[in-house]
């Protein structure tokens, strides 16, 4: 069994690299190597060597075509693949891969989606008609859901994000804050959201000040994770120049970042993936709500996890918050539970697939 993965695949985005290594592991439980996993990528090189797939260049037409001509099956997904609101380009860019599944008569298996907004009557029809009403589709939150049958997709089912679907393994807490920070760009425009310039919306000084005052309340050093080195680490300096506290820096790879987040007594995110790893070690956190996966993510523990507003006017309440939830570990650790078992839920489609 040969397949496909279209993704946001080879990107400096160590969120969506976990989704791709949590991908691979599920097919391997199914009997499909990585032989025989032929993923479209940013990077074919880094691809190849990270996780040992084959692999397709994004914007290789013709590669992509051959791939797909001599897979048994197009897996879509995860990530939040649905939306239109960071590039008008976004969805074109990602459906036509199961386009060309179409044309070339491959069967088409979605998983772990993200639907964030989808702001056209045109990007609403674009996604009903590219998955009809048989397409298998698997989404990961409630919100998600929603916003499929918004637009007339009624078949979903709800899951949860494939990185909740790795082994859940307990680490113990060495005694740190992991905040996992990114710089925004504005919001939909003509150019992808990764070739635009990046903007620091919040005053450093005040989000320093902050967590300075979190740090002194709990007693803990801040370590500030990167997600994505090309954004996240000149940020988070710019923070670090203005506090007082113990600092230290990391910017992990795909197979380290779990342990780094694990290690920690709690985490603050906006980093949508450093709030699913904090799920899935049992570690307490502070959510940064700057879009609705967020919020359906906190809902799963509401003890063990906040979520403060994208502004700063909420950022006050964040050490006030940060105490409050420190010692809720068993919370997160009984919604975790719930969530693994939906996330194994995503490779159904596929296990009914094969087995025809």
């Known amino acids: 069994m040969k397949a496909v993965v279209s993704a946001w695949i080879g990107s400096n985005n160590l969120g969506d690299e976990l989704i791709f290594m949590a991908l691979l592991r599920l097919l391997d439980e199914l009997g499909i190597s990585r032989d025989d996993v032929t993923a479209i990528t940013l990077n074919v090189k880094g691809t190849r060597e990270t996780f040992g797939t084959r692999a397709v260049g994004h914007f290789d037409f013709l590669g992509q075509m051959q791939a797909i001509r001599q897979a048994d099956v197009l897996i879509f997904g ?22 060309l599944a179409r044309l070339l008569r491959k069967p088409v298996v979605a998983l772990g989606l993200g639907a964030g907004i989808i702001g056209s009557r045109l990007s609403g029809w674009l996604v009903r008609m590219t998955f009809g009403p048989s397409t298998p589709i698997a989404v990961r939150d409630e919100e998600s859901l929603q916003v499929l049958r918004g637009i007339g997709i009624q078949h979903a089912s709800q899951t949860a994000d494939l990185v909740l679907s790795q082994p859940i393994v307990q680490h113990e807490p060495k005694g740190y804050i992991a905040v996992a920070l ?9 150019l992808p959201v990764h070739m635009r310039r990046q903007s620091d919306p919040k005053d450093p000084i005040q989000i320093a000040a902050l967590l ?9 050093p801040v370590r500030f994770v ?3 080195l090309d954004k996240d680490l000149t940020y988070h300096q710019l923070i670090a120049a203005h506090m007082s506290s113990d600092v230290s820096f990391v910017s992990p790879t795909v197979d380290h970042v779990t342990e780094v987040i694990g290690s920690a007594n709690v985490v603050i995110g906006m980093r949508y993936h450093a709030a699913i790893l904090a799920f899935l070690c049992g570690v307490p956190s502070i959510l940064i709500g700057y879009s609705p996966k967020v919020q ?8 063990g996890c906040k979520v403060i507003a994208n502004d700063l006017k909420a950022f006050k309440t964040l ?11 068993q919370n997160v650790a009984i919604a975790r539970e719930r969530l693994h078992a939906k996330a194994l839920e995503n490779i159904v489609s596929l296990r009914d697939f094969l087995s025809r």
């Open 226 to 228: 990167s997600f994505d």
């Open 296 to 303: 359906s993510l906190a809902k799963e523990a509401t003890q």
């Open 319 to 329: 050490p006030t918050l940060l105490e409050e939830v420190l010692n809720q570990g």
């Open 78 to 99: 995860g990530g939040g693949l649905l939306q239109d609101e960071t590039s008008i380009w976004n969805l074109p860019y990602h459906l036509s891969r199961v386009w």
């Open 212 to 220: 300075d005052q979190a740090a002194r309340r709990t007693d803990l």
């Open 182 to 190: 990114r710089p925004f760009s504005q919001k939909r425009g003509w």
